[in-house]
């Protein structure tokens, strides 16, 4: 190839690559402000958090719905990726640990924010972003319960609920100083936990499906 030839090729490919960094700018930006503010901030402030202009973010988003979407997925894979890494531990529970901790430093508890409204919680790539963690987490909890090391009156349902309320924002209030006792409160919660068991639960462990029913986030 001559040289003109690779300096063309290159011209075409370097506004790819810019686009996509600044793509993944916007999203970190706004997965950022959004967990911290709530879905509702201002795009132009997401805009300035990301260092590019109105028009990149609208040349890539064309509404915040298609923004909150990016962001909920990007999301879910950060958390999945946590999972694959805590599953590399040796003790089953360590590796639970492990992955609550990681979770809550994604601020999990976001989520629920940002998917409520008109979000389009049926799409295709949410769900398999979905059920892929789904899946992951539940393999978690299931290899700690055989190996003894987590009490089996507990699953997924029960987890995320803590996950949830702990790292949910408060948006527009004076609680954020609130986040830095949630690693504290979490590794309260995993002591209860851990086998065995110093007391019986009332009720039965906390299914996907009930948090996932009518008036669930």
Do not use: W
């Amino acid at each position: 190839m001559s040289t003109a030839a690779e300096t063309n090729v290159r011209q075409v490919a370097r506004p790819r690559a810019d686009a996509l960094r600044n793509r993944e700018r916007i999203v970190q930006a706004a997965r950022e402000m959004f967990a911290e503010l709530g879905p509702h901030v201002p795009l132009d402030e997401v805009a300035r958090t990301a260092g590019v202009g109105n028009a990149t973010v609208y040349r890539h988003f064309p509404d915040r719905a298609a923004l909150v979407h990016a962001v909920v997925v990007s999301v879910l894979d950060r958390i999945h990726e946590q999972v694959r890494q805590a599953a590399e531990e040796g003790d089953p529970f360590a590796a639970v640990r492990r992955f609550v901790h990681a979770a809550a430093d994604e601020r999990i508890g976001a989520l629920c924010l940002m998917i409520t409204g008109a979000f389009d919680r049926e799409h295709p790539d949410l769900l398999a972003g979905r059920d892929r963690l789904d899946g992951a987490v539940r393999e978690l909890i299931e290899r700690a319960q055989a190996a003894g090391r987590m009490r089996k009156d507990v699953a997924l349902g029960d987890l995320m609920v803590v996950l949830g309320q702990l790292t949910r924002p408060l948006p527009g209030t004076e609680c954020t100083k609130l986040d830095h006792f949630v690693h504290r409160h979490l590794q309260v919660y995993l002591d209860g936990l851990e086998a065995p068991a110093r007391s019986q639960l009332s009720g039965r462990a906390i299914t996907l499906d009930d948090l996932r029913g009518p008036g669930a986030c």
